[in-house]
């Protein structure tokens, strides 16, 4: 898959971004920029863009602990990024910092609409459920799962700063139901994800990423498109539909409910009981007040 061709086909080769200026963007860490953007040079080495996040002793601590946990099982523990690097290769790393960077911007962000908490939970089961759904597919999980946890990630600034035309969209989801994306081209003519695709690709984010996240509003469609539906995209498209406290998508759960006749392999369920476990696994302390399971079996038992 040419990845940056399809970016440019879709966005273009130079970053427009259609979000107003008075809203407050995430900034990432400087270290992760420029890990990111010298990344793409193959001639890169291990020792030296291990250097670059060593100069951020927090994302040093991140990546230690991300690459020497017990779930990957590792016989070899790495004492150092440059060592981390060299294991687990660029490519991996440079996934899990990008996530992690947008994670600690959004720490110090506010929104009036969206519990940061709450949030990050939900994003963390779309990216585990959307890491299944590539296993079914047979493609790349790590791109899926990065993708589908960074697919809302300028909402909370978004509904902070635009906070009349998205309490506007909450209003009305009750009486005359929308799905997110739709409303947003309709009252500002530019979505989330159009507006997150344009920042990654300024910040420098690799180009499949970008098109997991522009595109992910997609919804199943995309697994019948030839060229996109045996993809990440595809998975992150599928996450999509998981309901969220924003109920960004009307209709969501029914359409993953239907996808269980039109797919043999997939088993909305199982899926979710693996989310759920996975879930334990990664943040046993993580707060779930409304879990994906819960919601499928309570969803599953009505139909």
């Not at 086909?9 to 107003?20: A, V």
């Not at 860490?29 to 193959?42: C, E, N």
């Not at 690459?67 to 290769?89: D, E, H, Y």
């Not at 359409?255 to 334990?280: C, G, H, N, P, T």
């Amino acid at each position: 898959m040419n990845w940056t061709a399809l970016r440019i086909s879709l966005i273009g080769t130079e970053s427009r971004s259609p979000i107003p200026s008075r809203v407050k963007l995430p900034i990432l860490p400087l270290a992760v920029t420029k890990f990111s953007k010298r990344a793409d040079d193959p001639n890169a080495t291990a020792t030296e863009l291990g250097k670059i996040i060593e100069t951020d002793s927090g994302l040093t601590c991140e990546l230690l602990r991300y690459v020497n946990s017990s779930a990957r099982g590792m016989s070899q523990k790495a004492k150092s990024a440059q060592q981390a690097v060299a294991l687990v290769g660029v490519t991996e790393c440079r996934l899990y910092l990008l996530t992690k960077a947008v994670e600690r911007a959004l720490r110090s962000q506010e929104s009036k609409m969206i519990d940061l908490r709450s949030f990050w939970t939900n994003s963390l089961e779309r990216a585990l459920f959307a890491r299944h759904v590539a296993r079914l597919l047979k493609t790349d999980t790590e791109v899926a799962f990065a993708g589908a946890m960074l697919q809302d990630f300028l909402l909370p600034s978004l509904t902070n700063d635009l906070f009349p035309t998205y309490r506007k969209f909450t209003e009305n989801q009750d009486d005359d139901p929308i799905d997110l994306h739709q409303f947003e081209q309709k009252t500002q003519r530019w979505d989330h994800a159009e507006a997150a695709a344009q920042l990654m690709f300024g910040w420098g984010f690799p180009d499949e990423l970008i098109c997991c996240v522009l595109l992910h509003h997609r919804g199943l469609k995309l697994l019948n498109n030839k060229q996109l539906g045996r993809t990440p995209v595809a998975a992150v498209a599928v996450s999509s539909l998981m309901p969220d406290a924003f109920r960004q998508v009307a209709g969501g759960m029914e359409q993953l409910i239907a996808l269980e006749s039109k797919w043999a392999a997939f088993d909305l369920l199982k899926a979710a009981m693996q989310v759920d476990r996975d879930f334990q696994e990664l943040s046993p302390a993580g707060e779930k007040p409304f879990s994906f399971l819960r919601c499928c079996r309570i969803a599953t038992s009505v139909a």
